[in-house]
Nanobody
Framework: QVQLVESGGGLVQAGGSLRLSCAAS????????MGWFRQAPGKEREFVAA????????NYADSVKGRFTISRDNAKNTGYLQMNSLKPDDTAVYYC??????????????????????WGQGTQVTVSS
């Protein structure tokens, strides 16, 4: 069982920045690929970004590419999502998640929700225009 706790959400003006953090309980955090998803009011949850277990590979949704950066510090069991040039459309609850260990190891950077086994409770990000 892996427990995840997100933090860093809040209210920001359009064009501003926020950094989300995801603290994991597992000492074996480094074996899990990690991802960020978001859910806006009235919409389905969508993929935002993912990072391999080692941090060497990343994957982004087209809507955030070039503005958001996913990273991780395995020594601290923590993942991050740096969000720059925020837009009102980025308003959502942001969730971090970790995937089940996969034979692809450091090449595994999943985008699908079904590949993630553990989820945080979410943190609200609101971008005002």
């Amino acid at each position: 069982q892996v427990q995840l706790v997100e933090s860093g959400g809040g209210l920001v003006q359009a064009g501003g920045s926020l950094r989300l953090s995801c603290a994991a309980s597992a000492r074996t955090f480094s074996v899990y690929a990690m991802g960020w998803f978001r859910q806006a009011p009235g919409k389905e949850r969508e993929f935002v970004a993912a990072i391999s277990s080692s941090g060497g590979r990343t994957n982004y949704a087209d809507s955030v590419k070039g503005r958001f950066t996913i990273s991780r510090d395995n020594a601290k069991n923590t993942g991050y999502l740096q969000m720059n040039s925020l837009k009102p459309d980025d308003t959502a609850v942001y969730y971090c998640a970790v995937a089940r260990p996969d034979w692809r190891g450091s090449y595994y950077v999943p985008r699908a929700e079904g590949e993630y086994a553990y989820w945080g409770q979410g943190t609200q990000v609101t971008v005002s225009s």
